[in-house]
């Protein structure tokens, strides 16, 4: 297995963007902006054909060809594809498409509809770390997945060597310490979640697969890196300058806000594919002032990434 990317401090789960007017059709240019926006921005990788993705809506061929698109906009960073299926032989399949493609990295979740017991579950990521030399990144999301990893299952897996990183959604702000002393430091634990991203930093985190980072990358970037330097007023600063949007970015099923927050901005269509919808006019107007709070310092902050001293090394 080749060794794992740099996988900390904040990663976009980018959205697939649909051409306006026909959300049946990928728009690839979108994606490619998104992608460079966020890169130059300071994000430390990306994250493709995750939940904020769509993953579930795309047909394999779909799903190639945005593997495909973000790896070649990745100039050179991590890029971490999401490869989540109810059927593991075709988790598999997805995995050694995005190997052959370029991801760098696969995410892995349990298979949703179907919960497995957790010997199933081992038997899953198994499966795909056999069929790829690709590091996985392990996705625990059980309201999604309708089942969750337990500690020791995610011990075991880390123990063997099946898997590099943890991407948590569970929710659980007490789970890094205790994962922490099962697998020491070496396992890398991202946070799924932007609301609490600097309290799971807090409890033994490093890092964010982020919503918000599609909207607000440098100001992402810029807290963790704040809490990396032990900068702990600035973090919370931002903290409070996010939450608002934070919160906007999910009063709807994800990715629903997320593209309608892209729209707002004319980074890409707002369109999302059935059985989601376009956000009610309430999220909209809550976005919209969200937008408002957020969008200067977002610029400000972008433009001290842009020069070359203030550049994120991933």
Known sequence: MRPPPTLRGVL?????????GDPGELDLVALSRLAARALDRGVAGLVVCGSTGEAPALAPAEHARTVACVAEASGGRPVVAGVGAPCTE???ALAVAAEHLGATALLVSAPPYVKPGQTGLRAHVRAIAAATGLPIVLYDVPSRAGIAFADETIARLFE???IQALKDASGD????PRLARLCGPELIQLSGDDATALAHLAMGGQGCVSVTANVAPALCATLQAAFTTRDLSFAATLRDLL?????ALFAETNPV????????????????????TRSEPATMARLSRALVAVTEQEEATAAAFARPRFRQVA
């Not at 976009?12 to 306006?20: E, S």
């Not at 939450?243 to 919160?247: F, G, I, K, N, Y």
């Open 12 to 20: 976009p789960a980018l959205v697939t963007p649909f051409l306006a």
């Open 90 to 92: 075709a988790a598999v």
């Open 160 to 162: 063997d060597r099946q």
């Open 173 to 176: 702000l007490s789970r890094p």
């Open 243 to 247: 939450a608002p949007l934070d919160a």
């Open 257 to 276: 806000p997320v593209k309608a927050a892209l729209g707002l901005m004319g980074l890409c269509a707002s369109g999302v594919r059935l059985p989601l």
